[in-house]
Nanobody, 127 residues
């Protein structure tokens, strides 16, 4: 199983909301002390960090472009994290990726420090 596994992408109009999910298998991430994060990449642009969450404490960090609009949460019983996206605008259109690591990642936006990456889920925001 490719993991993490993202879901929940789709098309939405500007101003709308969408929630993405990311799950990992218990066989790989057997404790609640993992670090998981969301990144996105728009066509022709570099991958951008959205935010991360430490599944042990639930502590979160966010990139400046999404602060106040996006919220990351976790459900350790389901080995899942979520990305609640509000007030979406066309600039949020991108492929959204989930990354996971079995240890605390600092700083959270260091892509090379993550164990594994999902295949991504597309989010399209129309004006």
């Amino acid at each position: 199983q490719q993991e993490p596994v993202e879901s929940g992408g789709g098309s939405v109009q500007a101003g709308g909301s969408l929630t993405l999910s990311c799950t990992v298998s218990r066989s790989t991430y057997t404790t609640s002390r993992n670090y998981m994060a969301w990144f996105r990449q728009a066509p022709g642009k570099e991958r951008e960090g959205i935010g991360g969450i430490y599944t042990g404490s639930g502590a979160t960090s966010y990139g400046d472009s999404v602060k106040g609009r996006f919220t990351i949460s976790r459900d350790n019983a389901k080995n899942a994290i979520y990305l609640q996206m509000n007030s979406l605008n066309p600039e949020d259109t991108a492929m959204y990726y989930c990354a996971a690591d079995r240890k605390f990642v600092s700083p959270w936006f260091f892509e090379r420090d993550y164990d594994s990456w999902g295949q991504g889920t597309q989010v399209t925001v129309s004006s």
